[in-house]
């Protein structure tokens, strides 16, 4: 079994680092177990998603109720500019709490187990299944559904739950985000009454309930699967007008495959390069430089299946090579190593064995998760109920003594031979030493 996730961030990035440590518990530690149908296995994912959300809230229950408390010392009606007159501590206190608990996040999650892929998401982030068809060709298909205000469907459940749709396309907003789904975003949630433009509906209109999708046979024709966060295909849409984005990026990424010698390099020569159309669309004042003054974090991860790596290089870890054309391979015996690196703006790492790279061009509230069944599997116990250590510090702590040691025994040789040998240099002054010293300053001090 293996899980990879991407979680855009936004408001800050405790609500994406949070989805992204807690979603893989919430599916790997036996919750799947026993359960073998597509319909289970969705509802698992399903059941993962609002759990995550509600445990997030719970995390910041003190912030809510201390916001809740500064806001009754605040008179009801009192305008905003009054009260930061009036009240300047309590509404900076304020502040800091609304940015604390606005927080949310998207979450594109696939999951591949028993040879098929599923794919559960809330939000815009997006995940594409690149396969060869009957002729070789490569083919596209996206496995995520769209959350924002341009999504017809969204805006047809918004409209149910009593919001008015004209003025959400004006706005171009619900509230302060786009997107129509997604974990966190208490604020257009439990507090959506406080927005005039929400403050219509029924029920919360932003929700958690993913889209699902899958299980989808894992077959030879399977090429990569891609995880991004919308600044990826926003970038190039922005910067080209293309209006088969999806293709754009598999052709890019496709393309890489051919000249680069790891997942890592393929990656983030994906993400070097929609940078550098944007950035030269900018510069270049054409028509559509006004679109691309700006642009969104970056999250592509890349998981390669069948598809052929032909300058693949040899691992430093295990000195083995990266399979040009790997068999389509998920029972437990598959090998998997991972290891990464940071380079500022970037943020990157890498699961080579299991043929997966994530590139992050980021401020750091988009993050990207790989977890399988073989690393996060339960640890056995040593008698005392800890993990045992996997790394033996013997030959360290051995060194360190015998240094100590040597240390201690260099000190007590040089005190020892200090206390043997006579001092000349500073003899003690006698009596008449000192008389004639003071006769001479007191001379001095009346002349």
Known sequence: MYLYGVFDGHDGSRASNFAAQRLPAELILGQLQGHKSDVDVKEVLHQAFIGVEKGFFETIDDALAE?????????????????????????????KLNTEICGGTTACMSLIRSNKLYVANVGDSRALLCKLDSE????????????????????????QLGLHIRTIRQCRRLGNQEI????????????????????????????????????IPMDSSCCFLLLMSDGVFNSVIDATGTDQVNADIASMVAAEFSVQSTLFGVAQAVIDKIVRIHQDTWYTGSERASLCQKRDDMTLLVRSFNYPLPNAITSPIRNKTFSTNPLLTLSSSYSTESG????????????????????????????????????????????????????????????????????????????????????????????????????????????
């Open 340 to 447: 990464s690196f940071t380079c500022y703006p970037t943020n990157q790492s890498t699961m080579m064995g299991s043929q997966t790279y994530t590139s992050t061009e980021s401020s750091g509230s988009a993050s990207a998760n790989y977890c399988s069944s073989e690393s996060c599997s339960i640890l056995p116990l040593d008698a005392d109920g800890k993990v045992p250590s996997y790394v033996s510090f013997e030959e360290f702590f051995k060194v360190i003594s015998e240094d100590q040691l040597e240390s201690q025994i260099d000190a007590v040789g040089g005190e020892c031979e200090r206390a043997s040998t006579p001092d000349t240099l500073s003899p003690v002054p006698d009596e008449n030493d000192f008389c004639s010293n003071q006769e001479e300053n007191d001379k001095g001090s009346h002349s």
């Open 180 to 215: 129509t789904r997604s974990i966190g975003d208490y604020a257009r949630k439990g507090g959506y009454k406080d927005f005039d433009l929400l403050s219509t509906a029924k029920e919360e209109p932003i929700i958690a309930e993913p889209e699902i999708h899958g299980g």
């Open 136 to 159: 070789g060709v490569l083919r596209v298909v996206q496995l995520s559904v769209d959350h924002d205000i341009k999504n017809e469907d969204e805006l047809l459940r918004l409209q």
């Open 67 to 95: 916001r809740a408390r500064l806001k009754m010392e605040i008179p009801e009606g009192m305008s905003y500019y009054d009260a930061c007159r009036q009240f300047p501590d309590v509404m900076e206190t304020l502040e």
